[in-house]
Every structure is written in C-alpha cells, then in structure tokens.
C-alpha cells in the first residue's frame, strides 16, 4: 500500500517525519490550553489551540495515506494541511482589532475602527478559505483538477493581498501611542506590553506570508511540478513556518493582555 501513495504525491514520502510533526503540535496545542486557562485570556485565544490541532490531524491523516492512501483520505490530509494557518490569520486580526476596541480611540479612518478591523478580515479570512476548500477537493479529482488548483491559486492571492492590508493597518496602531495593550504579568508599562504584542503579531504573520508564497507558488507549479514534488520543500516552508510562529506564540504569549 505504501508504493500506491507515491501515485498521489508524485514521490515517495519518508516515514516518520509526518508522526513526529503530528506529536508536535498535539504538545503544542496542550501548551497553549494550558497557558490560556492559567491566564484566564479570552476564549477567542483557544484559536490557536485548535489550529494545533488540526495541523496534528493533518499530520496523522499523512501517517494514514501513506500506509493506506485512499481518494477520501487524501483530499481529508490536504484540506487540513492546507486549511488551518488561514485561522492564524483570523487570530492576529483579532489580536489588533481588539487592541483598537480596549484603546477607545475615536477613529480618525474607517479601517481603524474595532469592527471594521475583525469583521473585514475575518470576512476576508472566511472567503479564502471557502475558494482554498473547494479548489483543494477540486485537485484531488482528474477531471477538476486544473479548475481546483486556479480555484486555489486566486483564494491564496486573496489571502496574500489582505495580510498585506492588515500589516499597513496593525503598523499605524502600533505607531500610534494613542492606542494601547494592558499590562501582563511582569510588565513594566502599557509601552513595553503594546510593543512585545505588537512584534508577535509582526513576527507572526511575516511567517504565514512566507508559507502562503511557497503555496501560491506550489498551486501555480501545479500538481507533479518541482514545488509540489519536493518533499522537504513542504517540510520547510510549510511545517517549519507554522510551528515558528506557534513557538512565538508560546513564547511571546499574549493571553496575558486579552483577559476574559
């Protein structure tokens, strides 16, 4: 059964590195819950517990196909490896969006209002995924195939352009001293905690721009091109990307600022 996987993904994938990913994001999603429950943050950061753990599942369903690889099975595994980073894009939104609703700052521009903020992007966010779900089930299918990955192609490019507008907006919140973070634990001001949530947010969504190129990237290569065909490229730019920004996310955890 193992030979009959390389007939999806066009080469033989190494046995070991898809279960120890996927215990790395159970752990990290574990970490989180607990970091969040021990702050009493608000339950929008369980975001980010579930988006650990469907990248495990995703994982485990890559352990499942290579041993016993299946149509149903295999669009399950890209949907969920493909699907779940758009829910840290949905985090980060949320992240300014409420820093701008806590600073009650009376907005000079549209784009700066708290609403506008979360319910644009998270509009956005919800758009992306639904075109990448459908060009994804799309690909797995001979004849759809084509139409799914330009389906993909656009909801990445979409995806792409709006994490561009988010940074130029979370840029002039995070210039603008009017706006401000509250104070965790070990905190000396507003300043510090606004500046170490403001870099997460940065640091983060610089990585899932990273991981959406190499996506955009892979989807226009097309199905058996070289992006798609190399294994270690999806290791690099996909894994490694996302669990960098979940050890930012540990690290610089921002629960802290966001009580329930």
Not at 130 to 158: N, P
Not at 202 to 224: F, K, N, Q
């Amino acid at each position: 059964m193992a030979e009959a996987a390389i007939d999806y993904f066009t080469y033989k994938p190494v046995r070991g590195a898809p279960e120890a990913a996927a215990s790395i994001f159970f752990i990290v999603a574990a970490i989180l819950a607990y970091q969040t429950r021990r702050a009493q943050a608000a339950r929008w950061m369980y975001i980010l517990v579930g988006t650990a753990l469907a990248e495990g599942i995703g994982y485990i369903l890559r352990v499942v196909c290579i041993n016993h690889i299946s149509l149903g099975l295999y669009i399950a595994m890209m949907l969920f490896l493909l699907l779940p980073p758009n829910a840290l894009a949905l985090f980060n939104y949320k992240v300014v969006g409420e820093i701008a609703r806590q600073s009650n700052v009376r907005a000079k521009h549209f784009y700066l209002r708290p609403k506008f903020i979360t319910w644009f992007f998270f509009a956005s966010d919800v758009f992306s995924f639904m075109l990448q779900s459908t060009g994804g089930s799309m690909m797995a299918q001979d004849d759809m195939k084509e139409t799914g990955k330009w389906i993909c192609v656009v909801g990445l490019a979409i995806q792409l352009g709006f994490l561009a507008s988010f940074v130029a907006v979370a840029i002039i919140i995070g210039r603008d001293p009017q706006y401000i973070v509250i104070c965790g634990p070990k905190q000396v001001s507003e300043v510090a905690a606004k500046r170490r949530v403001m870099w997460t947010i940065h640091a983060t969504t610089g990585l899932l721009y990273v991981r959406s190129i190499y996506r955009l990237a892979e989807m226009i290569d097309g199905y058996g091109g070289k992006l798609y065909s190399a294994e270690w490229a999806f290791y690099v730019f996909d894994f490694a990307a996302i669990l960098l920004m979940f050890i930012l996310y540990i690290v610089f955890f921002v629960g802290h600022n966001f009580p329930h």
